[in-house]
Structure formats: C-alpha cells, structure tokens
C-alpha cells in the first residue's frame, strides 16, 4: 500500500517535470523565434523603411526631415508616421485601439494613397510580417495592451441606391460631417485650416471630390472609416452615435460625392 503510494508520487513528480522541462523549451523557442523575427525585420526596416520613417521609428527619416524643412507637408498632406506614439489610422479595430496584424500587413502591401507611403508587394509575406514585429518595438502600447476584437462589415443590398445616398446626405448634415469636410464635400469645412493631429502637424480634411480614399474605395472600407474613425486625425468614429444602416447611408452619399455612386 505504502509503496505504491510512493511510486505514484514519484510518476507525478517525474510528470510534472516532463512538463515544467517543456514549457521551459517552448518558451525559450518562441522567445528565440521572437527576437530572430525581429533582428530580421530591423534589416527590412532599414532597407525600405528607414528612410521616410526614421532610425528611431520618430517619422524622422531624411525624407521625413527634408520634408519638413521644406515645409512641403501639404503636397503629401502628412509626414511620415512616428511610431513611438503607437498611434494608428487605418484599423480595423475601434477607435483607441491597437491595430490588427492584418491591418498593418495591408498597409504595407499596398502603401497609403495621397501620403507618399509607396507600396511594398517586393516584400515577401514573412518579411512584411518580421517588419512589424520590429515596428512594434517602438512604442511600449505593444506591450503593455491586449489586442482589440476587429470589426465587420457585411454591406446591404441597398447601398448606392438613390433613396440611400439621399438618407445619406441627410446624415452627413445632421452629424455636422460639413464641419470639417465641407458643405459640398470639398475638404473646406469651417474647421478645416485649423486642425492639427495628434503628432502636432496641419491635417486637412479629405476632399470628396478630388481624392482617393486613403484605406481603399470598396464600400466596406468607407465603412470602417466612419466605424472605427481615423486615431489621431481628429476624424472621429461613430460606432456609437450612428446606427449601422445610417453609416451605410453615408457610404453611399460618400461614393455618390466621389462619382462613384450608382
Ligand atoms: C517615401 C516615404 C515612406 C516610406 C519609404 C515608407 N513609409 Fe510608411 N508612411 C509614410 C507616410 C507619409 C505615412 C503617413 C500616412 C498617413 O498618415 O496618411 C506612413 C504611414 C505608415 C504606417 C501607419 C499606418 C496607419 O494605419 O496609421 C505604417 C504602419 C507604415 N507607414 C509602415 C511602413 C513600413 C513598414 C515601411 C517599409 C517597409 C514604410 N512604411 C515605408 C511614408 C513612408
Ligand atoms: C473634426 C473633423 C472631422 C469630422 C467632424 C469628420 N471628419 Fe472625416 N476626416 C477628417 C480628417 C482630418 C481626415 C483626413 C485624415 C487623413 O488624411 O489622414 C478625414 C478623412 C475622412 C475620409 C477619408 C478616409 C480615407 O480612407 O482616406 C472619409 C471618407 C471621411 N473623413 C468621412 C467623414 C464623414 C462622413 C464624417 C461625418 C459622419 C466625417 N468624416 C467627420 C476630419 C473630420
């Protein structure tokens, strides 16, 4: 009786180190993998990346300075984006959030319109996937918060209809949209020449008329601007102060303003 006691002890013991032993392995495999991941993205970074957004990842790169001492802002609209901030645009995650892992790697695959932001398609999928791991070094967010659930966009039938792009328009003047887009769009909003965004720089408004929408012009990334709104820019998200029908409303009067409603 004593003795079998004893063995069985002694199997839990030796299994429980079993497991102690490859829990350890594991994580020092996946810490090893981590900063391997990142040691390679930090090559990435400075062979494409650098150069706009800076050694620091501070938007200070020397196209980033000549930039400024140019005070050219406004032929890009923005400087390259600081990264030590950990602040975000284009996510699909709401407003004060982190972005999702395939948010950035969209980003980076097909750049931002009207920014300067290039393209990268050249860069392999694992290599774009290392590059963030090393962005993600910049800014102690990364580490210090829990990754948001992203949202969904499932368009209704109805979007573009004539009827929707007039409940739309309604909409953009009841939430005061004019403010800073414009009256009729244009980007000259009363508010317009006087906002700033979160790293200090001039921002202007996004002109319906003229510009290609930054995140991409499909319906559902229009969507997910007004849902998630643009952090930092102080265009706001309305996941809270406007039903989902009325937010596809606006997409539709968003495209219609564009010349690309139906
Ligand atoms: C020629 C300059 C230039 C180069 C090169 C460049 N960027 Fe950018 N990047 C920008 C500018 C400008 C912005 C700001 C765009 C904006 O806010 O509209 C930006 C913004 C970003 C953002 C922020 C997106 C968001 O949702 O807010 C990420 C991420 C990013 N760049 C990653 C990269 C990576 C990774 C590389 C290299 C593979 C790279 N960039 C190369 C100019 C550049
Ligand atoms: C406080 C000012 C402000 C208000 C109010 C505002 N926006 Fe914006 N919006 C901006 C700024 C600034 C940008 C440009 C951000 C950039 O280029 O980085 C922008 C960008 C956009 C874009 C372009 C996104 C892209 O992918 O390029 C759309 C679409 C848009 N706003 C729609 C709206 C609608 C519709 C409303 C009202 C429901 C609204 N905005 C309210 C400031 C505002």
């Not at 390259?80 to 901030?85: C, L």
């Not at 070094?137 to 573009?160: H, L």
Request: glycine share 12%; aromatic share 10%.
């Amino acid at each position: 009786m004593e003795e079998s006691i004893i063995k069985r002890r002694g199997v839990v013991l030796l299994f429980g180190f079993i497991v102690l032993a490859l829990t350890s392995a594991a994580l020092m495999f996946s810490g090893n993998a981590y900063a391997a991941d990142v040691e390679s993205g930090k090559k990435i970074y400075q062979k494409y990346c650098v150069i706009c957004h800076g050694d620091k990842g501070d938007g200070k790169g020397l196209i980033g300075v000549i930039h400024r001492v140019e005070k050219s802002g406004l032929t890009w609209g923005v400087y390259p984006r600081d990264f030590t901030v950990g602040v975000f645009k284009f996510r699909s995650t709401p407003t004060g959030c982190l972005p999702a892992e395939e948010d950035l790697l969209r980003i980076i695959a097909n750049g931002i319109p009207r920014s300067g932001m290039p393209s990268h398609e050249d860069i392999s999928p694992s290599d774009r996937k290392a590059v963030i791991s090393y962005i993600k070094t910049f800014s102690p967010r990364w580490v210090e918060e829990d990754s948001c659930d992203t949202i969904t966009a499932k368009k209704p039938q109805w979007v573009g209809s004539e009827e929707s792009v007039m409940k739309g328009e309604k909409v953009f003047k009841d939430m005061k949209c004019f403010e800073c887009h414009g009256y009729q769009g244009e980007g000259d909003g009363p508010k317009a020449g006087e906002l700033k965004d979160d790293w200090g720089d001039k921002i202007l408004p996004f002109n319906f008329t003229s510009g290609t929408l930054k995140r991409g012009s499909s319906p559902e990334n229009v969507y997910i601007t007004f849902t998630t709104g643009l952090d930092g820019t102080g265009m706001p998200s309305y996941e809270d102060s406007l039903k989902e029908e009325d937010r596809w409303h606006l997409v539709s009067y968003t495209l219609k303003l564009m010349g690309q409603g139906k």
